[in-house]
C-alpha cells in the first residue's frame, strides 16, 4: 500500500511515520531526527507491506532514498524498511499534554497516533520521547526465531 504526503524515518528498528499539511514540517522533522541518528524510510511518500502485526514501512520505489531538503534541493541518502510503531501529526492545535492517546487502524493493526506541534526547537527530542512512551514495542526479528511475513 502506497502512502502519499509523509515523511517516516526509523529509530532503533521503529518506525515513525509523520503526517500533515504541506509545509508542516514533515521533511524538517524527519532531518532533525536522523542528524540525532534516525534512519530515513521515506520522505514524501512510503510504502506498507506486511499482514501479520504492524505493517512494515519501507521506501517508495520511485523515489526511494531521495530527500528534498528546503533551500538545498534533493539528497540522496541511505533507506531502511521497519515495522511502523508511532504516527505523529503535525497539527498546530496539538494539546501540551496529550490525555488519550488516539489509534488508527493501518493495514489491519491498531497504530498509537500523536498530534505533535510542529516546529519548535527540540521537536526530534519530543518525537523520540513519544515513540518511548507511546509507539507500539519492537517485534522479535526473524533471526530470533520468529518469522516475517512482510
Known amino acids: 500500500m502506497q ?3 509523509v515523511s517516516c524515518v526509523a529509530i532503533g528498528g521503529r518506525a515513525i511515520m509523520i503526517e500533515g499539511p504541506p509545509g508542516s514540517g514533515k521533511t ?9 541518528g534516525a534512519q530515513l524510510v521515506g ?10 502485526g504492524p505493517p512494515f514501512a519501507g521506501p517508495a520505489p520511485q523515489i526511494s ?3 528534498e531538503v528546503r533551500n538545498v534541493g534533493i ?3 541511505p533507506t531502511t524498511r521497519a515495522p511502523l510503531a508511532l504516527i505523529l501529526s503535525l497539527e498546530d492545535d496539538a494539546e501540551r499534554y496529550p490525555l488519550a492517546i488516539a489509534e488508527r487502524t493501518v493495514m489491519g493493526a491498531a497504530i498509537p497516533i500523536l ?3 510542529p516546529g519548535d526547537a527540540i521537536q526530534a527530542l519530543r518525537a523520540e520521547y513519544a515513540l518511548e512512551k ?3 514495542p519492537l517485534r522479535p526479528s526473524p533471526s530470533s526465531g520468529a518469522k516475517d511475513k512482510s
Open 75 to 77: 539528497v540522496e541518502l
Open 28 to 36: 524538517s522533522l524527519a532531518l532533525s531526527l536522523i542528524d540525532r
Open 3 to 5: 502512502v502519499a504526503n
Open 43 to 52: 520522505d514524501d511518500g512510503i510504502e506498507l507491506t506486511g499482514s501479520d
Open 65 to 67: 532514498g531521495k530527500i
Open 134 to 136: 507511546h509507539g507500539l
Open 115 to 117: 498530534k505533535f506541534r
